[in-house]
């Protein structure tokens, strides 16, 4: 099928938020692990590929980015979505607006718009500023990120040293005054060599007029959930056949395994909330793990009986991962647990997992390469932007989630046992 809209992703977590409310419209959508090594074939109405960008060095998260693009075009997509996270993790130079600008100018389009807002999930933009929950985003936990930390709310401010071209903001004012409004409001500040342009919304109804005024730009960019309303747009305009392939669910064999690596705030509380169900549990320390290797945590998950879905977690406070990091450095330190969680998938996946539960948006990338998955297809919500995925893993049907580190109710890995065992 051809594509119709064609998604670039900065983490794997990110990606799967992204499928996961394309996938409400019960439409198929595939989700690609890294740009495909061969052309395009069997393609679903929405394609996304999931790159591990969001900390790599401008330089390569542009090309990497060209590239998913170039298959994208390949595939039949005429428009664009880049998505990155609803916290816009991202450093001063980048890589938010430098992948941006790249697009824009691979695709000869000369206004893009930001909107990282996902109402759902608590993140809300007003008069250029992010929220989390009630808190300004740099009050927010988000503010101690070991890899991004996010220390002003204002995204303009944010935007302005990773671009070239001016920024610029569509407030809540004018959104709510319509599709039409917006539209003319960019229009004018197109006119007037406005290229970024931040635009507020605080709920899902701003949302729904921002897809409506945006619908037909070549690229739009934001968190996944100004993409949500896109679907429906296309299906009423024909754009999407009413007759596209839907989402098919496998059957699964038993056993799983839980691995998480996201240190956030509300992973430290679903760890703590999973461990009151009596599931076994072991907690990584990168300082043991730097000295002795994986081997231990290893031993252990070979005892381990699968069906009562043992977790593995690198989860710890703000102050644990600093002393972590002071000792072994900050890359050092999360690609040294990466890799010991992504060892446990596969020594899971050999000995009969086949649901696996994957917290954080490195540990996911991680996990997933491990597994050797290349091609999702996307299935139903556990929570907000976070759906379980179907894959093949060494010939294997394999079910995931990969869930972004502050997504999810504090039940959540039990929730996603559950959805998946009621699908």
Partial sequence: MTTVLGCIADDFTGATDLAGLLARSGVRVSLRMGVPSEPPGDTAAFEVIALKSRTAPVKDAVAETRQALKWLQAAGAKRFFWKYCSTFDSTATGNIGPVAEALMDDLGCDQTIYCPAFPENGRSIFMGNLFVGQQPLAESPMKDHPLTPMQDSNLMRLLTPQVTRPVGLADRLTVARGAQALRADLAAQKAQGTAHVVVDAVANSDLEIIAE?????????????????????????????????????????????????????????????????GAPSYQLDPLTLANSGPQTVLEWLSKQDLSQAPLI?????????????????????????????????????????????????????????????????????IAPGVPWCYAISNSHQIALTLKSGNFGTETFFADALAKLEAA
Wanted: glycine share 10%; aromatic share 2%; net charge negative.
């Fill in 213 to 277: 005024a945006c619908r037909d730009m070549v690229l739009m960019t934001g968190g996944s959930a100004v993409a949500m309303p896109l679907p429906a747009l296309y299906l009423a305009d024909g754009t999407l056949s009413a007759d596209a392939p839907k989402a098919v669910t496998p059957t699964l064999e038993a056993g799983s395994i839980l691995l998480s690596g996201s240190c956030s705030a509300m992973t430290n509380k679903q760890v703590a909330q999973y461990q009151t169900t």
């Fill in 313 to 381: 977690y690198a989860t710890a406070s703000p102050d644990s991962v600093k002393a972590a990091q002071a000792k072994l450095g900050v890359a050092e330190a999360g690609e040294l647990i990466e890799s010991v969680l992504a060892a446990c998938a596969v020594a899971a996946r050999d000995a009969g997992a086949r649901r696996f539960i994957a917290a954080g948006g490195e540990t996911s990338g991680a996990i997933t390469k491990a597994l050797g998955v290349t091609q999702l297809d996307i299935g139903a919500e």
